[in-house]
């Protein structure tokens, strides 16, 4: 019987074969593509409605006018006016902004100076400021947080004046859920 490690038995082990390779296709058809996840969402925040989201830096400072398709973050300064509608703009903790906003949902954990307008709805946090009038279908002012100006609850789907409820600086709001 042969054994491998017996002296004077030194064949070379014999290569293996070439496999033959499959021909790359020739059609034009496209490939399925491999899905992206989006980009995590800010802490506290939903995803936005393309799951993309653009960032404005603590050291940019942007004039003039704002417009996409896609979510905002603001940690910058910015003056001018902000339209993403459909979108989201989150005004960050050293976000600065003199300007006037049209998005689905403005969150403002900076400052704001300038006119809010959202299909859905006006968040200011604890730590949030904001000085201008605001439309939108809802609105939340968390404890701690500053507010000066107007409100205008206008009801999804409402066109202009219709479904709208006006609150007035000094008059007193009623809640209900």
Same mark, same amino acid.
């Given at each position: 019987?042969?054994?491998?490690?017996?002296?004077?038995?030194?064949?070379?082990?014999?290569?293996?074969?070439?496999?033959?390779?499959?021909?790359?296709?020739?059609?034009?058809?496209?490939?399925?593509?491999?899905?992206?996840?989006?980009?995590?969402?800010?802490?506290g +925040?939903?995803? $936005?409605? /393309? &799951?993309?989201?653009?960032?404005?830096?603590? !050291?940019?400072?942007?004039?003039?006018?704002?417009? @996409?398709?896609?979510?905002?973050?603001?940690?910058?300064?910015?003056?001018?006016?902000?339209?993403?509608p459909?979108?989201?703009?989150?005004?960050?903790?050293?976000?600065q902004?003199?300007?006037?906003?049209?998005?689905?949902?403005?969150?403002?954990?900076?400052?704001?100076?300038?006119?809010?307008?959202?299909?859905?709805?006006?968040?200011?946090r +604890?730590?949030? $400021?904001? /000085? &201008?009038?605001?439309?939108?279908?809802?609105? !939340?002012?968390?404890?701690?947080?500053?507010?000066? @100006?107007?409100?205008?609850?206008?009801?999804?789907?409402?066109?202009?004046?219709?479904?709208?409820?006006?609150?007035?600086?000094?008059?007193?709001?009623?809640?209900?859920?």
């Amino acid at each position: 019987m042969w054994k491998p490690n017996q002296p004077g038995s030194t064949t070379p082990p014999t290569p293996e074969p070439q496999r033959p390779t499959t021909p790359a296709p020739t059609s034009f058809e496209p490939t399925p593509a491999t899905p992206v996840r989006p980009a995590a969402p800010v802490a506290g +925040s939903a995803p $936005s409605a /393309t &799951g993309e989201q653009a960032t404005i830096g603590k !050291s940019l400072i942007v004039k003039g006018e704002v417009t @996409g398709s896609e979510s905002l973050y603001i940690d910058g300064k910015v003056e001018g006016a902000i339209t993403l509608p459909g979108n989201r703009v989150t005004v960050g903790r050293n976000g600065q902004v003199a300007a006037n906003i049209s998005a689905r949902e403005i969150v403002v954990l900076g400052k704001v100076r300038g006119n809010c307008q959202a299909s859905d709805r006006v968040d200011i946090r +604890s730590e949030g $400021s904001l /000085t &201008g009038d605001v439309i939108a279908a809802r609105i !939340s002012i968390e404890d701690g947080a500053f507010f000066k @100006g107007g409100i205008d609850i206008r009801k999804p789907g409402a066109g202009e004046g219709k479904g709208l409820e006006k609150v007035s600086a000094g008059e007193p709001i009623a809640i209900n859920s």
